[in-house]
């Protein structure tokens, strides 16, 4: 017998039969004489169309009010799933953030946790009920609801099994673990039993959906074993662990990230002075433009090339920018291009592993890929690459690093 919290997304309680099932998945666990808490999303698409609602009234809404009316979706998936239990004669009853004291800072749509009062949580699995909290949302020290971000419900569940000392922590997803890379792009992609928090959070954060980056994050600042698993089908899902598996058999790469949403941006023959960097970024992130791949180069002439790539959401305020910054110091021109991607190998064997992105860059060569950009952490490199490449080189670099051998075996 365990205390888990289980946390079921958008597309898991997408309608009503969904509830249902997710209902009797519940009973199951409690069955066993599991301690459960169970943390729930908005039904699939409800976010998007309460965000179009209020855009009907303010093209700009009003962020705190904007958090008052997004965080109703969960408060009906709750008080749903609290009905199918209770109509399958298993005890539960629903909170939203705010009635479980979920408190965070007052930065409305994207709200930081600062503490979980969990008296009130714990007495009621003492009396034997399922609890089902709302994910996604709190309350500030003032009272008013706040909303954590896309995707937040994932840091509510993580929160929630750090708080109250779980021993595991569910996600309940519609993917059965975390694979090797996307299954869409390669077709042998395989699911991994277990990946580490630092790998996840590079994965997460270099394009791998699965997670939230920071659920991710806070599981791993608390030590909170998570397991991505499938709402409706059986299996032992992967488990995000800080353990590393230092198994001979362990590949050196444990996965392949990607994403599409990257552009470059290049300004051309800066005068090479002091403090040019920063005049180049400052004013690229003081328009809350974030930065991802950085590469300077300094030519013969005393300038300087100088290439970032930002979110393609960004690139068209980021490239204007740009532009009046060339201007204001003296920069030669600004090339810009949003057909780009970046790839991404992550592994902890790098660390004991010679020669892993020369390995990369063959495996890329060998395909006749050019490489653009480069960023390399302990455990990962990234390359910059056209985008019509992309499905490419992913299949290039999980053949090239035996992430699909096993199954190569078996067809």
């Given at each position: 017998m365990a205390l888990i919290v289980q946390?079921?997304?958008g597309t898991s309680v997408g309608s009503v039969d969904r509830i249902m099932q997710v209902a009797e998945k519940i009973k199951g666990f409690k069955s066993k004489g599991h301690d459960l808490v169970v943390v729930v999303s908005a039904m699939s698409g409800e976010t998007n169309r309460l965000i179009e609602l209020a855009k009907q009234i303010q093209a700009e809404p009003d962020a705190r009010e904007m958090d008052v009316i997004v965080s109703t979706g969960e408060q009906v998936t709750i008080g749903l799933l609290a009905m199918a239990l209770k109509a399958t004669g298993v005890p539960a009853v629903s909170f939203t953030g705010s009635q479980v004291r979920i408190v965070t800072d007052s930065a409305y749509g994207k709200a930081r946790i600062q503490q979980i009062d969990d008296d009130r949580l714990r007495a009621e699995l003492a009396a034997g009920r399922v609890v089902i909290v709302a994910?996604?949302?709190?309350?500030?020290?003032?009272?008013?609801?706040?909303?954590?971000g896309r995707g937040g419900s994932d840091t509510t569940g993580v929160a929630l099994a750090a708080a109250l000392k779980a021993d595991?922590?569910?996600?309940?997803?519609d993917v059965d673990g975390v694979y090797t890379t996307d299954p869409r792009v390669v077709e042998r992609a395989r699911r991994l039993d277990k990946i580490t928090f630092e790998e996840m959070l590079e994965m997460a954060s270099l394009g791998s959906k699965?997670?939230?980056?920071?659920?991710v994050e806070f599981a791993g600042k608390y030590n909170v074993p998570l397991r991505v698993l499938h709402s409706f089908k059986e299996g032992p899902g992967t488990l995000i662990t800080l353990e590393e598996?230092?198994?001979?058999?362990?590949p050196v790469i444990s996965g392949i990230a990607f994403n599409r949403d990257e552009a470059k941006l290049t300004i051309r023959g800066v005068p090479d002075t002091p403090g040019v960097a920063f005049k180049i970024i400052g004013p690229v992130s003081a328009a809350n433009i974030e930065v991802d791949m950085i590469v300077q180069n300094v030519s013969q002439d005393n300038t300087t090339d100088f290439t970032f790539t930002v979110h393609r959401n960004d690139f068209r305020k980021a490239e204007a920018i740009l532009k009046e910054t060339a201007i204001s110091i003296g920069a030669r021109e600004v090339a810009a291009d949003d057909k780009i991607a970046k790839v991404s190998i992550v592994g902890v064997g790098m660390r004991s592993h010679a020669g892993v992105a020369?390995?990369?860059?063959?495996?890329?060569?060998?395909?006749?890929?050019?490489i653009q950009m480069i960023s390399t952490s302990e455990i990962k490199v990234s390359v910059v690459i056209d985008e019509k490449y992309l499905e490419l080189a992913v299949r290039s670099l999980h053949t090239a690093f035996d992430l699909d051998a096993e199954v190569a075996q078996e067809v």
């Open positions: 946390k079921f997304g994910g996604f949302q709190g309350v500030d020290e003032h009272g008013a609801i706040t909303t954590l595991e922590c569910q996600i309940y997803t699965v997670l939230q980056i920071r659920a598996n230092v198994s001979m058999e362990q020369s390995n990369m860059f063959e495996a890329l060569a060998k395909d006749s890929i050019n």
